[in-house]
DNA sequence: GTCTATAAGAGGATAGAC
DNA sequence: GTCTATCCTCTTATAGAC
């Protein structure tokens, strides 16, 4: 509290005019995140490409983007108060989860639009999850690590799951060579590293 | 510190003794973990089958049985710390990290064993990584969700990827059906549900 | 609604006798 | 090595004038 007083240049006083409690304004904090979502993250990342299966490794370069600004430090503000909160503050777990979900409703979406580039038998919402899964194991070990590889090789073997996926969509011809083939995007963004 | 005298019904003095500081009582924590990850962990998921990939598939039921019993609470508590003291404890993040090492080459090397039932093509140690946030993003997002699922979706997605990796590594033969099949490891982890 | 000053308490750590 | 008592700082939150 004292550090946000004193950066954000505000008296005691008028902060606790409008947020009672620490634990209200964090509320107010996860509330502005779920807002910002699209018009920060989301629509950035679709005004890349128009790619559906692209842009879900637009959005993880974009994660990884901003882990290299921060030199794998700081890491993903809604997991770190899922992991540090979630038990003892009910309504903090409650809005963690409405932002993972915003998060994996927008990846779904995508993954819908990739229609038959995916496989029928595969559930949208579960693979979207194994999206958000990725980003935040990878930042984890990338923390623990202080160094990007971690999250390079999450993003690496997700994209080896997608290849199979699409190759399986596309009825996994008998003559497809078994390296399954690397997008353009997966290569530019290995290119990086 | 105040909870741990009183549970440990120990005097402060005597704590301080060994541990000087709070930092040192956690770096003891995490040098115990990593030693008692094989006693306590790996060894006996060795002992529930010889199966180097359903070893895999034991372990996360492992940990899973264990978000039950905590009621999706506490999670990983090497997950916790990376998230939480990564950035300003050194000695933490570096512990931390070698937790994580330890576990993910536990898993590679059951992945190495399992030889040619994978391609030869995939990394092993990444593809470890990639079991390990499974587990991680798993239960996040269940801590974030109050419940189970969200884990068990992760670990389908996981099976998904295997299924796919291990019908790569048979040849991916022109007749194979285009649901993989799922092991009878998998098909009674997911009973549980 | 905002200001300054300060209350109230938790938390980590220490002193010094035994 | 262990005991009791206590210091001291950091932190959240409030009081009351303006």
């Not at 902060?15 to 950035?44: A, C, N």
């Not at 990846?107 to 559930?123: E, M, T, Y």
């Amino acid at each position: 509290m004292a550090t946000i007083l004193r950066e954000a240049d505000v008296n005691s006083g008028s902060l606790y005019h409008f947020f009672p409690t620490k634990e209200s304004l964090l509320i107010g904090v996860l509330e502005r995140y779920q807002r910002l979502l699209r018009p920060i993250v989301m629509d950035p990342v679709e005004k890349v490409t128009d790619d559906p299966i692209g842009r879900v490794f637009v959005l993880l370069d974009w994660y990884r983007s901003g882990m290299l600004r921060a030199q794998c430090k700081l890491g993903c503000p809604i997991g770190n108060l899922a992991l540090e909160l979630a038990d003892n503050h009910p309504d903090v777990r409650r809005l963690a989860d409405a932002n993972f979900i915003g998060w994996t409703e927008a990846v779904k979406q995508w993954l819908i639009d990739a229609g038959d580039r995916l496989p029928s038998h595969i559930n949208r919402g579960e693979l979207a999850q194994m999206v958000l899964n990725t980003m935040e194991g990878g930042i984890m070990q990338s923390r623990a690590r202080g160094e990007v590889a971690p999250f390079d090789a999450a993003v690496r073997q997700l994209r080896h799951y997608f290849d199979y996926l699409e190759r399986d969509a596309k009825g996994a011809p008998p003559d497809a060579t078994r390296q399954p083939k690397r997008s353009n995007r997966s290569r530019r963004s290995r290119r990086r590293t």
